[in-house]
């Protein structure tokens, strides 16, 4: 027979073996934050879910994360809502686009569909265009259905109450 001993005891360590290791870690909090959100999410979002887990980050420590890891590709700007930029995590290496759900937000890599040739072709004379940027937009597959069942059935009408008073 076996006995379970003290299962898991020994690896405490790590912790305070860097000098610098409160900001890193904090760094970190932002980094896997960003990898749980499914959908765009802004600045704000994303430092509400942080603060879940370290609660006194600070919001130029969250922007400064933003501004890193856009530089990296880690995260990119997706759009606007309500005039705050939204950023989606990208896993992605290669370039390709992000279409956004306007109904929840949900985000996904798309191919690229643009032709560069035909963008210089298109450009003035004299241009050589050498990069771009396309924002998608649309509705995700549930969304989508979603509003074809609410075009279609009204067995979910909510009850009008109207009440008779005398
Ligand atoms: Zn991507
Ligand atoms: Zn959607
Ligand atoms: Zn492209």
Redesign the pocket.
Known sequence: MTLAEGAGGAQAGERGAYGAGRSSAQRRAVASAVAGFDCAFTAEDLAAQVRLVSPRISTATVYRSIAAMALSGYL?PVGDRDGAALY?H???IGH?H?VVCTGCGATA?APCPIDTAGLTAAAPDGFVVTSHEVRLYGLCASCNDRERVADGCSCDTVADGTSERG
């Open positions: 990119t989606a990208c896993d992605e390709h992000h890599h």
